[in-house]
């Protein structure tokens, strides 16, 4: 590319950056090295803005405009949000139920120990699915269908395809309108 703007920021689907341009991975540049550049970006995505400052780190991140469209956030330039595992609440998740039935089958010809078709769920010996009193072919007791999960957290970002972003660092100095 040979008309880009100094600051410009592109993706590339290949694993290095051009000439004149640097990967976006937040590393620390000397002011010195390149004032133009410094004059756009300052210390919005870090450095000491006396003798360093940093490029943006788009590695893992997804791009998002500052701003607030409807119903969003404000996000500033620079602003780093978001997370990538969740572990959900409880109350977090809607109030909703898994009900299971069990009948309880009399014809003993359907009775055996590989399931087949018209088999019935036999009723464990060991444990009582029931809750006391209850007639067959009911509901099992709450404590037969527990909690599930264990607090662990879960993927959260959206599918993505890896590209490499990379800011130009020289090209035309961007004039405001």
Same mark, same amino acid.
């Given at each position: 590319?040979? &008309?880009?703007? =100094?600051?410009?920021? *592109?993706? %590339?689907? %290949?694993?290095? #950056?051009?000439?004149?341009?640097? !990967?976006?991975?937040?590393? @620390? +540049?000397?002011?010195?090295?390149?004032?133009?550049?410094?004059?756009? @970006?300052?210390?919005?995505?870090?450095?000491?803005?006396?003798?360093?400052?940093? @490029?943006?780190? !788009?590695?893992?991140?997804?791009?998002?405009?500052? $701003?607030?469209?409807?119903?969003?956030? &404000?996000?500033?330039?620079?602003?780093?949000?978001?997370?990538?595992?969740?572990? =959900?609440?409880?109350?977090?998740?809607?109030?909703?139920?898994? #009900?299971?039935?069990?009948?309880?089958?009399? &014809?003993?010809?359907? !009775?055996?120990?590989?399931? +087949?078709? $018209? &088999?019935?769920?036999?009723?464990?010996?060991?444990?009582?699915?029931?809750?006391? #009193?209850?007639?067959?072919?009911?509901? %099992?007791?709450?404590?037969?269908?527990?909690?599930?999960?264990?607090? *662990?957290?879960?993927?959260?970002?959206?599918?993505? !395809?890896?590209?490499? %972003?990379?800011?130009? =660092?020289?090209?035309?100095?961007?004039?405001?309108?």
């Amino acid at each position: 590319m040979s &008309d880009q703007f =100094l600051g410009e920021i *592109q993706m %590339f689907g %290949f694993d290095f #950056a051009p000439a004149r341009w640097a !990967l976006c991975a937040g590393q @620390l +540049l000397p002011i010195s090295q390149s004032t133009a550049l410094f004059s756009l @970006l300052g210390t919005t995505y870090g450095g000491d803005g006396r003798s360093n400052f940093a @490029l943006p780190n !788009l590695q893992g991140f997804a791009a998002c405009g500052q $701003g607030q469209g409807p119903a969003l956030s &404000d996000r500033t330039l620079g602003e780093v949000f978001g997370t990538t595992s969740v572990t =959900l609440l409880e109350s977090e998740m809607p109030r909703h139920s898994h #009900a299971v039935n069990v009948y309880a089958q009399r &014809d003993a010809t359907k !009775l055996h120990g590989t399931p +087949l078709q $018209g &088999d019935a769920v036999t009723i464990p010996t060991a444990t009582v699915p029931f809750a006391d #009193a209850t007639p067959a072919n009911a509901g %099992f007791a709450p404590s037969m269908v527990g909690m599930g999960g264990g607090s *662990q957290p879960h993927e959260n970002r959206q599918p993505y !395809l890896t590209v490499n %972003f990379c800011i130009a =660092l020289s090209g035309i100095f961007p004039s405001r309108p």
